[in-house]
């Protein structure tokens, strides 16, 4: 079993940043890919960004590409998410989530195994 526990999530406005932590205990030996996905109200749960642990890679959604990045601490077991010039349209619950197999999609919330509790971030305009 994997814990993931989210935190630094708040309240910001429009063009600011936060960076989210998402810590990793128990066999994190199996994680493969660490992802944080978000799900504003009413709206179904979307990817936003993935690493590959040993490699490094990086998968991001389009509507974060270049505003966000994700990275790892292996040492840490801690992913983080880098969101600046944050948009109002970027408030929703963020969930870290982790895969134990090397998916070949990333993007999909079905490839992975364990999920945080959630983080809320919210941007006024």
């Known amino acids: 079993q994997v814990q993931l526990v989210e935190s630094g999530g708040g309240l910001v406005q429009a063009g600011g940043s936060l960076r989210l932590s998402c810590a990793a205990s128990?066999?994190?030996?199996?994680?493969?890919?660490m992802g944080w996905f978000r799900q504003a109200p009413g709206k179904e749960r979307e990817f936003v960004a993935a690493?590959?642990?040993?490699?490094?890679?990086?998968y991001y959604a389009d509507s974060v590409k270049g505003r966000f990045t994700i990275s790892r601490d292996r040492a840490k077991n801690t992913v983080y998410l880098q969101m600046n010039s944050l948009k109002p349209e970027d408030t929703a619950v963020y969930y870290c989530a982790a895969a134990k197999t090397a998916t070949l999609f990333p993007a999909r919330s079905t490839e992975y195994d364990y999920w945080g509790q959630g983080t809320q971030v919210t941007v006024s305009s």
């Open positions: 690493v590959r642990w040993t490699t490094g890679t990086t």
């Open positions: 128990g066999r994190t030996f199996s994680n493969n890919i």
